[in-house]
T-cell receptor, first 114, second 117 residues
Framework: GENVEQHPSTLSVQEGDSAVIKCTYSDSASNYFPWYKQELGKRPQLIID?????GEKKDQRIAVTLNKTAKHFSLHITETQPEDSAVYFCAAPRRATGRRALTFGSGTRLQVQP | EAGVTQFPSHSVIEKGQTVTLRCDPISGHDNLYWYRRVMGKEIKFLLHFVKESKQDESGMPNNRFLAERTGGTYSTLKVQPAELEDSGVYFCASSQDRGQGARAEAFFGQGTRLTVV
């Protein structure tokens, strides 16, 4: 937190291509960065997160990288599939809540074309 | 284990009316959060409860919004009187409290879509 900027707002890729979504944050004390996926009409769900003591984390086709110096973190999805189509939100902790509540980015609508 | 549940799932009310949204967090989760997503925009923080206490309510738009969590279990969010700009999807989330420095995943409910006409 406290400000989280996310780009791009929309992203369209061909099935099998990679997708990258980038976020920046303003609070240098932030130490936890989750990514949520929200499919149409469904609830946001955590897909991956990273803590400030590591620079990269992978889980199958998704990975997150963190650059603490530059205060930005990115979501990478490889070999995209149609079911990856959704809105993705990055987030960072809100200081006032003991860093439990989150400040979210504006979201990226990912469309994977078959 | 039941997830976070919210009701109603949809609500359409007229400007000036009152609406109360309810959230039942996952059992044992001390932290309960309310968020709102207005059409196509970010998920915006409203407030955070730890058990029955408000930890941070700085995201509440104005005094037409009142949240309660009596007994530290379920929570309600009342909007009175509702205005057109209150339309959006209201999400509730909950997480465990694992103590200093520990991070617990926040689980979201399916949201209440509020339309004020």
């Amino acid at each position: 937190g406290e400000n989280v900027e996310q780009h791009p707002s929309t992203l369209s890729v061909q099935e099998g291509d990679s997708a990258v979504i980038k976020c920046t944050y303003s609070d240098s004390a932030s130490n936890y960065f989750p990514w949520y996926k929200q499919e149409l009409g469904k609830r946001p769900q955590l897909i991956i997160d990273i803590r400030s003591n590591v620079g990269e984390k992978k889980d199958q086709r998704i990975a997150v990288t963190l650059n603490k110096t530059a205060k930005h973190f990115s979501l990478h999805i490889t070999e995209t599939q149609p079911e990856d189509s959704a809105v993705y939100f990055c987030a960072a902790p809100r200081r006032a809540t003991g860093r439990r509540a989150l400040t979210f980015g504006s979201g990226t609508r990912l469309q994977v074309q078959p | 284990e039941a997830g976070v549940t919210q009701f109603p799932s949809h609500s359409v009310i007229e400007k000036g009316q009152t609406v109360t949204l309810r959230c039942d967090p996952i059992s044992g989760h001390d932290n309960l959060y309310w968020y709102r997503r207005v059409m196509g925009k970010e998920i915006k923080f409203l407030l955070h409860f730890v058990k029955e206490s408000k930890q941070d309510e700085s995201g509440m738009p104005n005094n037409r919004f009142l949240a309660e969590r009596t007994g530290g279990t379920y929570s309600t969010l009342k909007v009175q009187p509702a205005e057109l700009e209150d339309s959006g999807v209201y999400f509730c989330a909950s997480s465990q409290d694992r103590g200093q420095g520990a991070r617990a995943e926040a689980f979201f409910g399916q949201g209440t879509r509020l339309t004020v006409v």
